[in-house]
């Protein structure tokens, strides 16, 4: 069954401690793994699309990273007000489509 | 990156009303759109794919009776619950996919609706 599994379910950091978010995923043919931070109450805003295994990406303090089995996201010196749920998601093609399914995210507070 | 505007961004209707959600592209024309479903703190759940010009495709245990989309132009889509009932109030949230990036896959997001029935 295609799978996308993000862990933690919630992540408490100090400001400036840095830690990393992982998803990883079961789907087969890989179109695309995608993070998106979302503000309660908000529709979730659109960070990074990776595509291949190896590939980065940066912005800000945020920096994400793609594997055959898993992306992580890494947060640099966080600060109070990248405190959000960060959702993956996973695309895969299939005949006539393709297919989007979300993780249930990472919920992080960064206490000043 | 694209915007979506999603209307209203909360309602609150009687029981056995029906409620119209609109979800617009504002910079970009988007011939597929995508409902989704949020609970609280749970992931988003795809209720739909919406097909401009042409019907709706449901996700499986999704009702098509219940939750009427309409796909009437490349920038608007509308959801309209029907009936609506207490176990219909949730965070109804679009995307959408920018048909000039067709080949990259980023979902743009509305801002959500949440919606509470009494």
């Known amino acids: 069954e295609d799978q996308v599994t993000q862990s933690p379910e919630a992540l408490r950091l100090q400001e400036g401690e840095s830690s990393s978010l992982n998803c990883s995923y079961t789907?087969?043919?890989?179109?695309?793994l995608f993070w998106y931070r979302q503000d309660p109450g908000k529709g979730p805003e659109f960070l990074f699309t990776?595509?291949?295994a190896g590939e980065e990406k940066e912005k800000e303090r945020l920096k994400a990273t793609l594997t055959k089995k898993e992306s992580f996201l890494h947060i640099t010196a966080p600060k109070p007000e990248d405190s959000a749920t960060y959702l993956c998601?996973?695309?895969?093609?299939?005949?006539?489509?393709?297919?989007?399914?979300f993780g249930a995210g990472t919920r992080l507070f960064v206490k000043a | 990156g694209a915007v979506v505007s999603q209307h209203p961004s909360w309602v609150i209707c009687k029981s056995g009303t029906s409620v119209k959600i609109e979800c617009r592209s504002l910079d970009f024309q988007a011939t597929t759109m995508f409902w989704y479903r949020q609970f609280p703190k749970q992931s988003l759940m795809l209720m739909a794919t919406s097909n401009e010009g042409s019907k709706a495709t449901y996700e499986q245990g999704v009702e098509k009776d219940k939750f009427l989309i309409n796909h009437a132009s490349l920038t608007l889509s509308t959801l309209t619950v029907t009936s609506a009932h207490p176990e219909d109030s949730s965070f109804y949230i679009c995307?959408?996919?920018?048909?000039?990036?067709?080949?990259?896959?980023?979902?743009?997001f509305g801002e959500g609706s949440r919606l509470t029935v009494l």
């Open positions: 998601a996973v695309q895969w093609g299939y005949t006539g489509g393709f297919k989007t399914i």
């Open positions: 990776l595509y291949s």
């Open positions: 995307s959408a996919r920018d048909v000039r990036g067709a080949g990259t896959g980023e979902l743009f």
């Open positions: 789907v087969s043919g890989l179109r695309g």
